[in-house]
């Protein structure tokens, strides 16, 4: 078994040589002033063993990979009712099409385009103030990652909040077929507060681990969920985390992962690891290039592939 701390530190040190880093997105005008140069990786293996590289300490915008956590508490709250609000087929489409969404009456592909999570989100903010709910997620991520220093970075939020024409177009869309419950404006302010969540490379990997670990929190020995929803929400992961890129990342890297804008990306290896990396850089797809290179390495020397060695 090859040492992981080595493996680590090598990745984090040929990343920081490499030119090819994608680009910076754009469209959230607060993002397009981090700089490119940064690359982190964190990975905690099974037996607790931490080992990190590169900027994994900095906290970044976590972005789209909140989708992850909204889920698994929306799951929780209301079962496999879930599915008849959003679907869980890979789109094939970018992160933030709405012609599918004409097609399918309103009902979303799946949790992780952005139609998809705000559905989701609308979901968590039923019978609760915004407020309320943004504290649940928060605190959710926080116990996950055992760690109170979890915070949403207000700047990233208001930038989002006010270019974010697409997202509310898509919101305005559901809500004109009665997918969304609460009013538009509500469920899209909890929907930009909870992907400007900002958490370092290891924070996010500690906050994983209940999906690499068959649902239990390793900190607590608590079962955050139960296995088969673990399984199922890696399932997920897997088929939908990349957006229109997920294909090409399950034929690279072969695990489940889900990437946000920020250039961040939380990929699981079922039984062995949790593993996060952030390179704001990102390929056509809007997923982090760089982030997608360390993880296929590390998956290739570690031997992590679901698929096999
Ligand atoms: N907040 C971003 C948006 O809604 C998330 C997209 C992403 O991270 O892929 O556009």
Redesign the pocket.
């Known amino acids: 078994m090859p040492d992981l701390n080595l493996v680590v530190a090598e990745i984090a040190d040929e990343m920081r040589q490499r030119r090819d880093r994608g680009t910076v997105?754009h469209?959230?005008p607060e993002l397009a002033r981090v700089d490119p140069k940064h690359f982190g990786i964190a990975v905690v293996a099974a037996d607790g063993t931490v080992a990190t590289g590169g900027d994994a300490a900095m906290p970044f915008s976590i972005?789209?990979?909140s989708k992850v956590f909204t889920l698994t508490l929306a799951l929780g709250r209301y079962g496999d009712r879930l599915w008849r609000r959003v679907g869980r087929e890979p789109s094939g489409s970018p992160?933030?099409s709405i012609v599918q969404l004409e097609r399918e009456q309103g009902i979303p592909r799946n949790p992780f385009i952005?139609a998809g999570?705000i559905a989701v989100t609308d979901l968590i903010l039923s019978g609760h103030q915004p407020r309320e709910a943004l504290g649940e997620i928060l605190s959710f991520m926080r116990f996950l990652a055992d760690d109170a220093d979890i915070s949403i970075d207000e700047t990233v939020a208001a930038s989002?909040q006010r270019t974010?024409f697409?997202?509310a177009a898509l919101a305005n869309y559901m809500k004109s077929f009665g997918v969304l419950e609460n009013p538009v404006d509500l469920t899209l302010g909890v929907?930009?507060h909870q992907?400007?969540i900002a958490m370092s490379c290891q924070q996010l990997a500690m906050a994983g681990r209940f999906l690499a670990q068959s649902g239990r929190n390793p900190s607590t020995g608590l079962q955050v969920i139960q296995p088969e929803r673990a399984r199922r929400i890696n399932a997920v992961m897997l088929t939908c985390g990349h957006?229109d890129g997920s294909g090409e990342f399950a034929y690279r890297v072969g695990l489940p992962g889900k990437?946000?804008?920020?250039g961040g990306i939380l990929a699981v290896a079922p039984g062995k690891a949790s593993i996060a990396v952030w390179s704001p850089g990102l390929d056509a797809a809007?997923n982090s290039h760089l982030g997608r290179v360390a993880l296929e390495a590390l998956s290739r020397r570690m031997d992590w592939s679901i698929f096999g060695a």
């Open positions: 997105a469209y959230i972005q789209s990979i992160f933030n952005n999570a989002e974010g697409r997202n929907y930009f992907c400007a957006y990437s946000g804008v920020g809007g």
